[in-house]
């Protein structure tokens, strides 16, 4: 069993910027895809970002060049920083470690953005 915890959402003027954290613990396999999903209300929960352990990130066409997920693999934390934020990015975002067959998801953290 792996168990996620996220902090760092909060509340944000548009422009803003904000740092999510995610710490995993439990049975971590060295080859994993940890990543952040984002889910607004009467949406679908979908892809903000990923990376895998060699480190290669992917990310949403509508977050590219404003978010930044990086990890650190002796803490089994991901970062997610989200810059220039924008009303749409309203969401609670969820933190996302998949291995082998097993997908494990965090409780999820509000970020609302909002002059």
């Known amino acids: 069993q792996v168990q996620l915890v996220e902090s760092g959402g909060g509340l944000v003027q548009p422009g803003g910027s904000l740092r999510l954290s995610c710490a995993a613990s439990g049975s971590i396999f060295s080859i994993r895809i ?3 999903y984002r889910q607004a209300p009467g949406n679908q929960r979908e892809l903000v970002a990923t990376i895998n352990n060699s ?4 990310y949403a066409d509508s977050v590219k060049g404003r978010f930044t ?3 650190d693999s002796a803490k089994n934390t ?3 920083q989200m810059n220039s934020l924008k009303p749409e990015d309203t969401a609670v975002y969820y933190c996302n470690l998949r ?3 097993e997908n494990y998801w965090g ?3 509000q ?4 002059s």
């Open 34 to 36: 940890m990543g952040w």
């Open 55 to 58: 480190g290669s990130t992917n």
């Open 69 to 71: 997920i990086s990890r």
């Open 78 to 80: 991901v970062y997610l």
């Open 99 to 101: 291995q082998l067959v």
């Open 107 to 109: 409780q999820g953290t």
């Open 111 to 114: 970020v609302t953005v909002s």
